[in-house]
């Protein structure tokens, strides 16, 4: 992610331009991480911390983005909606 847009992103600014779609993209890949971390402590509770696999690791890596694409927490939608939300309102528009 570019910089300036990142940084957009977390200042809570309207990004226009070239950057302009990568807010749900930013959302997902919050999504993407919320999920991985859950998907890990699943695997380290059942297994135990030793027990490290690569291999594994790629796949709930790959899973978690999978489910955020798709939408399974929801988490990106919420906060694309308040970001939505709150540009309304600083542009003065009813969301």
């Not at 059942?46 to 694409?69: D, F, I, Y």
């Not at 798709?70 to 969301?95: F, H, K, N």
């Amino acid at each position: 992610m570019h910089p300036s847009v990142e940084l957009a992103w977390i200042s809570g600014a309207t990004v226009t331009g070239p950057g302009a779609g990568r807010g749900r993209e930013a959302s997902e890949e919050f999504e993407a991480l919320l999920l991985g971390q859950l998907l890990r402590q699943a695997r380290e509770a059942n297994e135990g911390e030793g027990a490290n696999n690569p291999m594994r690791e790629l796949v709930e890596e790959h899973l978690a983005r999978v489910m955020a694409r798709a939408g399974a927490l929801g988490i990106a939608a919420m906060v694309g909606q308040g970001m939505r939300t709150e540009d309304s309102v600083r542009s003065g528009v009813s969301p």
